[in-house]
């Protein structure tokens, strides 16, 4: 029997009560599932905490279900629209374009261009054949003639490749030249490589067209008995512009479409021009056809734009400046950001429906192991009523989504202090690339992985989840505990979720008197930013749980709010380096990286962000003298000693795993106070250090006292305040005996302090200081 | 000296990096002692000593298809040592049918692999 396998997604993640949303579910080995809508409580399943909590809720939707296995097209290509066939050329013709291949040697044949059937085989395409050659090839059905270059492309380097085939003689031309300048390409002009080839034959045959297959750019056609037609034959690098003639062109009328001139218009079918189209504000999936039939392409998985064409000079670092050295389109054949899959249920969700994080939880055979799933998401009131909101990170979510840290991640093992810890489902995305990848991944060519979406199933934004490369809890099941500690303590709260506040701004957060955030708040658009900066300024009162705070900056579309874009720049920490020319987000034209690079440190906004991280061993907070001044004593009222935090599900401490650090240089409010810090952290904790450009010995935690978990309070104008808590461990700790601890009693000190009407227990202490120091005088 | 023939691949990074590895673990195998091991199994994560906190640094940073982790057989109960492929798609495996009743102790198991191996090859 085979084994039971559930996965689904939502098709939104933030929803009203009243809202209809809509599941997806793919399943193996059985055709029923059992679907029960929960409320979820907590998410960690650690002995020492109160486990794994759900609240099973009443719903129409609760039953079996019909699940069935749901197919995914992984990579990324274009499809070009051509109801008129104007493509299915069955005579002369000429495929042209510009290519910088990143895999040529993978093994299999790669699809540059072409209209072509990979199961039966009919029509013709120009690619790379499994030796890495560049290639072209007709089909008619019983038969294909191929055409291959003298020899093997070479990987991230510029070419301007065409095939002619000229059906009256049959003969069939290859085109190969390399348009390798000083920036453009991996090697320079000192390394003797050569990039030419040009060879003919005369073919036995042409081309035969199907009707239906359609034209596509970095694929081609296939089809499965089960699964029906998919997209085979994908390609791995960058396409700039790219054209297709009804005639065989001559040499010298390639040679100068090589030299940059425009190309002929006579015999010209299609001439797909990538630099059209670009705004200032951003590059589309669309990609323009400037030839006669209008036959524009759409990108499928999102082709990276935004990306160095073959004239890119190294003068220019933006698609803003100068478009048409930017007219690279980088395709991924594991590149993945929706399952597309059918939709198995629709569900209105009850108007009464309190606001709180959900999930259908959906389980196949005996619901264990891979045959449970909980496909999670976040539901708001209609009207927003409690004095305080939990805000989750989706964005952080998503950037992290099915991250393959500990199976793929060179880097990992040593910045986590140990070897990673595996689950079923960590080895079942490993095998399975329909998962698709987070932006902590990189593409199997080696590419950084800058797309994610929560179009599919996220398997770590689940609760009992354990990262595998630090056996923690990570984002979402950790985020559970805080959550969990507003329950126990009995507040009324709302959620909400990064997505509300990047498509609402402020507007999502001004209800509020407080709002508290996530163990692991790192990902922020600008409009997300703008957000908190107004909410705190105007008054609102912010809770900052977690830590490696504000740091990176990424972008949505308003249209496809569930896709992130992430550009990996700046500093030198991150998973990968978006190549020299391609910092720029292709969804904003905003450069993309940390908000450090915009002046926009963590610390501007909530006081402290990011010291270094190490994982593997937190410690507790030391009081500092600020905790024991009058006006601020009421936020560790009821704590004894000068520990805080000794102990926690996150490692043991509460600071620790990402630390954050006070800092006046980077923008720390002046009347910013440190109620508490860590410090003595393992060697495994290594500075961030931003403004020591250079590594050396002295990073780590036991010498280098940036390396802490710094709780900073301040006020802000019109009563606002902000408590940030500078550690990743902190929320983890709440849960500790019963959530009867002194984080526990720390935290709700500051919320019912920040929930409260009027000025702060700090500014009114002051300002009765003040009356009495001025009548002594 | 390593002769010419050792390795006729176009990255003669590899040569490099064999050299070091070489040299490396010779004088890693000199500080493995019982007292090292001993330390490791009564702490396993954390701040170490000089000598274990060497050792443990360089088992973190071998090629991922000669590196070990832990596999959940069941969360907070049951652990097992597998070894990493270092291939996308091809699963980790099990080293051997030793079960451990801790993360602690799955961890000093998978220690004390890494340990032969720089002790035997």
Redo the contacts between chains.
Sequence with gaps: MAQIKIFGYADKISVKAGDTIQFHVSADGTSTAEAHLVRLIHGD???HGPGFIEEEIDCVANGTWRVEKQFTQVGAFLEVADPDRKLALDGSITLCAFIWPTWPDVGHRQCLLGRWDNDKNHGYGLGINPSGRLEFWVGCGNEIDYLQAELPLQKQAWYFVAATFDARTGRATLYQEGVVNRYNSLLGKVAPVDYRSHVSEVFRFRQHNLPDTPFLVAGSRDWHALRGHFVSQLYCGKIDRCGVFDRPLRREELDAIRAGEPPPSFGMVACWDTTKGYTDRGIGDLVVDIGPNRLDANGYNRPVRAQTGYNWNGRNDCFRLAPHEYGGIEFHADAMIDSNWKVTRTLQLPETLRSGAYAMRLRGGDGTGLGEEYVVFFVRPRVPTGRIALLFSTATYLAYANE?F???G?IV??MA????????VD?EI????EFGAGCYDSH?DGAGVCYSSYRRPMVNMRP?Y?I?AF?LPWNFPADLSILAWLEHMGYDYDVLTDEDVHLEGVAAMAPYACILNSTHPEYHSERMLDAHEDYIAGGGRFICMGANSFCCNVAFRDDEPWILECRKTGGHWKAWAARPGEYHLATTGQMGGIWTGFQRWGQKLVGNTFAGEGF??SQPYRRMPDSYDPALSWITEGIEGDIIGDFGLG?GGAAGIEIDCYRLGFGTPPNAKIIASSGGH??NYIAHDEEGAYSHQGFS??HNYILRADMVYFEAPNNGAVFATGSIAFGMALPINGFENNVSQLLSNVVNAFVRPGPLPSSAIREGKESVEHLAI | MLPLEYDRSQDRDIIVRDRFDTLRREFLRTIVTPEVIEEHRRSPLGQHSERLERLLIYFRQRPLDERYALRTVEPFGKYQVVRLSGHRGTPPRAVDETIYASANEALHGLFLHCIRDLLET
Excluded at chain 1, 417 to 424: A, H, L, M, S, V
Excluded at chain 1, 430 to 433: D, G
């Design positions: 399943e650690h002995p393959r500990a199976t793929d060179h093992q040593p202090g140990q070897p990673p810890t595996i689950c079923e080895i490993y095998e399975n690339p199997a009992k354990r595998a056996d593997a061993h490692n393992p060697d935690g036991t």
